[in-house]
């Protein structure tokens, strides 16, 4: 399979509290990016991680990549009411496919 | 910041009607793709597209489906005779390099509705 899985599939939280969100997938990497979607919009890129890189930070987010577990794990801390959206993991194979391609994401709602 | 656009942002058409899906990707960008989704599914994608040719496609993307870059800027998605299931947000996306490599930029998508 070229996608990852996203886990959970939802996942409901109240505002100011983390939100972890997970991406398994089956063979080698070059990379994994993550991408959020707000209701009926277009992808919105957060972050890419390299496969020799094991975390990496953007403002409240958080990534960490483990490739002997073939997993990543988004992390957004203390969320807000604004952060509800689906999510999105997207890697890139070592196989040299060109193209993004999209699991069924995690939507996060978070309760103010 | 520099964005894709696509127009329109929603287009209703008749059954069996030819519609063009608009994009104007990012001037300096070279891969452009399309992608849909359809109401409550998972984003599909469509459609990869670099100097000028179709360098991957996907099942979806039958002989009903053909993109064009017409001109130095704009990117399209024809629909030759639509069908119900084509029903579907449609989205175009460009990247400096070969999308998985690196972030790509999606436009806001244009809302296909099949009557």
């Known amino acids: 399979s070229q996608q990852g899985e996203e886990d959970p599939q939802a996942l409901s939280i109240q505002e100011g509290e983390n939100a972890t969100m997970n991406c398994s997938y089956k063979?080698?990497?070059?990379?994994l990016q993550w991408y959020r979607q707000n209701s009926g919009r277009g992808l919105v890129h957060l972050i890419l991680i390299r496969s020799n890189e094991r975390e990496k930070h953007s403002g409240r987010l958080r990534v960490t990549l483990d490739t002997s577990k073939k997993s990543s794990s988004l992390l957004i801390t203390a969320s807000r009411a604004a952060d509800t959206a689906s999510y999105f993991c997207a890697p890139s194979f070592s196989g040299g496919y060109n193209k993004l391609i999209f699991g069924a994401g995690t939507r996060l709602a978070v309760h103010p | 910041e520099p964005e894709v656009t696509q127009t329109p942002s929603h287009q209703v058409t008749q059954m069996g009607q030819e519609v063009i899906l608009r994009c104007v990707p990012i001037s300096n960008h070279l891969y452009f793709y399309w992608y849909r989704q359809i109401l409550g599914q998972k984003v599909e994608f469509l459609v990869s597209f670099y100097n000028n040719e179709i360098s991957e496609k996907s099942e979806i993307f039958d002989d009903q489906f053909s993109v064009e870059r017409p001109d130095g800027s704009n990117f399209t998605l024809k629909i030759r005779s639509t069908k119900l299931e084509d029903s579907a947000m449609y989205f175009c996306?460009?990247?400096?390099?070969?999308?998985?490599?690196?972030?790509?930029?999606f436009g806001q998508g244009t809302r296909l509705t099949v009557v």
């Open positions: 996306a460009s990247s400096a390099e070969q999308g998985a490599w690196t972030e790509a930029f």
């Open positions: 063979t080698s990497i070059n990379n």
